[in-house]
C-alpha cells in the first residue's frame, strides 16, 4: 500500500487504516486486551481480529459506511437509523460484561468529575458562564441509579457501519462493559437529534428524552478541553459547543 490514514490519534491512542486493514496502536494492553473480550461478547457484528501484538491489534475493514460524523452531514434513511437503534437494544440487551465500562461511572465520580470540570471551563475563560451553568443544570437528570446494561461506552455516529439498511459492524469497544444504556443512545445521536425519534423506534421501549438530553449535555461539557488539548474543535458547526447552546 502506498497510503496510510490516520482516522484518529492523540496521546492515548491512535488508529490508523492501511488498505483494508485498522490498526489500533494503544501503549495500555490492559484497554486492548478489555477490548477484543468485548467484541467476542457482543451479539452484533463487530470488525474480525486479524492479529495481535502488543502494542498493535490488527482488525479487517467493514463493509458500508457510516452515517456520518460528528459535525458533518448525516447520511442514511430512517429505516438505517432505526436498524442501529434495534442494534443498539440488542447489544444492550445481552448477559452482562464482568467489568464496568466508561458508561458505568458511579454518580459520585461524575458528579466530582463535572462539578471540577464546570468549574475550569468558567475560571479559564472557555465557555460562558451561563452556558455552564444551564448545561450544568440539564446534566443532573442523568445522575440517577440505572440498570446495568451491555454499554459500547464510546458509540459515536463514526463507529457504526450500515449498508443500506443493515448494520454490518460497530467498532472501537475499547471503552465497553457494564453501564447506563441511554448513555450509548445520547452518544450515538450527540450533534444528530433530529434522528433520535428514528433510533427510538428501532430500540423500543424504556428510553426517557430528558436523560439522553441530559448525557448529551454532561458528555459535552466534560469533553469540550479535552478535545482542545488534543488538537479538536469542540466549536466547530455542530460540535460539543453547539450541543450545549441547543439547551439554552
Not at 11 to 20: M, Q
Request: glycine fraction near 8%.
Amino acid at each position: 500500500m502506498d497510503e496510510v490514514e490516520v482516522v484518529v490519534a492523540h496521546s492515548e491512542r491512535a488508529t490508523l487504516r492501511v488498505g483494508d486493514v485498522f490498526l489500533k496502536v494503544d501503549a495500555d494492553q490492559a484497554r486492548i486486551d478489555a477490548e477484543v473480550e468485548a467484541m467476542s461478547r457482543a451479539p452484533v457484528p463487530t470488525p474480525e481480529v486479524l492479529w495481535r501484538k502488543p502494542p498493535v491489534l490488527a482488525t479487517a475493514a467493514l463493509p458500508g459506511t457510516t452515517l456520518g460524523r460528528l459535525g458533518g452531514p448525516s447520511t442514511g434513511s430512517p429505516a438505517a437509523w432505526a436498524a442501529a437503534g434495534a442494534a443498539i437494544r440488542k447489544l444492550h440487551d445481552a448477559p452482562l460484561p464482568p467489568r464496568r465500562g466508561r458508561a458505568g461511572r458511579s454518580i459520585e465520580e461524575l458528579t466530582r468529575e463535572l462539578d471540577d470540570e464546570c468549574g475550569l471551563l468558567v475560571t479559564n475563560g472557555v465557555l460562558p458562564a451561563d452556558l455552564v451553568t444551564r448545561n450544568r443544570r440539564v446534566a443532573e437528570a442523568a445522575l440517577r441509579p440505572w440498570t446495568p446494561a451491555f454499554t459500547h461506552g464510546d458509540l459515536q455516529i463514526a463507529h457504526v457501519f450500515v449498508d443500506g439498511d443493515e448494520v454490518t459492524g460497530i467498532i472501537d469497544w475499547s471503552e465497553a462493559g457494564q453501564g447506563d444504556a441511554l448513555y450509548d443512545l445520547a452518544t450515538f445521536t450527540l450533534g444528530h437529534e433530529e434522528h433520535l425519534d428514528d433510533v427510538i423506534a428501532g430500540y423500543g421501549t424504556g428510553v426517557d428524552l430528558e436523560v439522553i438530553h441530559a448525557w448529551s449535555s454532561l458528555r459535552s461539557l466534560l469533553a469540550v478541553r479535552s478535545l482542545i488539548e488534543q488538537g479538536f474543535d469542540p466549536f466547530a458547526p455542530g460540535c460539543e459547543v453547539d450541543v450545549l447552546r441547543s439547551r439554552m
